[in-house]
Each structure stands twice: as C-alpha cells, then as structure tokens.
C-alpha cells in the first residue's frame, strides 16, 4: 500500500504565508504524477496544482503567480508554497500521487492513486 500524509497546514492572517508538505511512503516503484486539490465548506473538491517526475508543473488561474508546487524525487515527496493568502483559500488541503508500487514475493508491479487525509488551511483576521 502506498500512503500520503500532508503536514503545514494552519491559520493564518490574510497576506501570510503556509508551506505544505506531502510525504509518500510505502511499496512504492515510482511516483509520476503529484497534485494539490482542495475542498471548501460546501463545495466540490477542486484542482489547485500539479507537478510531472519531470517538474513541469500547471496550477489553477485562481492560484496562479501565488503558489508554488514542487518535489523532491529522491524522498518522495511534494511542497506547495502558499504565499499572499487569501479568505477564499481556506480550505482542506488534500496531495494526490498516481504511480507504480511493487506487491508480493516477486516484486510485481501495479498502478496506484493515492489520496492524503488532509490539512486543514483556514485565512482569517
């Protein structure tokens, strides 16, 4: 099994700033894609940003020149730079990963996707 668990998430005031952290561990072969979603009180879940094992990266216009995604391939895990946080950030902050994990005696191989438990970030004066 593979396993995410976020960390960074708090509260912070309107302008500040919160660094994400999302460490992947367990059977895993290879981690391709990695992405940042969250969910608001009441709404969908949505795409926030992402990040190729190459480090092309894509955001969403609503974070864009704001946050900054990245991941450190050797230890499996991703960041996301939030700066000048706003109210309509707040939100549960959830890391995402798909790649390949080895199970049995033979180290045989098999697709994941794999979702974190979540962080919360709440801005608010």
Sequence with gaps: QVRLVESGGGLVQ??????????????????????WYRQAPGKQREFVAGITSGGSTNYAD?????FTISR?????TMYFQMNNLQPEDTAVY????????????????????????????????
């Excluded at 309107?14 to 992405?35: K, T, V």
């Excluded at 609503?62 to 704001?66: C, E, L, W």
């Design 72 to 76: 450190d391939n050797a230890r499996n």
């Design 14 to 35: 309107p302008g500040g700033s919160l660094r994400l952290s999302c460490a992947a561990s367990g059977s895993i072969f290879s981690i391709n894609a990695m992405g």
């Design 62 to 66: 609503s974070v864009k020149g704001r």
């Design 94 to 125: 959830y890391c995402n990963a798909d790649g390949l994990q080895t199970y049995g005696p033979n180290y045989y191989r098999r697709g994941f996707d794999a979702w974190g438990q979540g962080t919360q970030v709440t801005v608010s004066s």
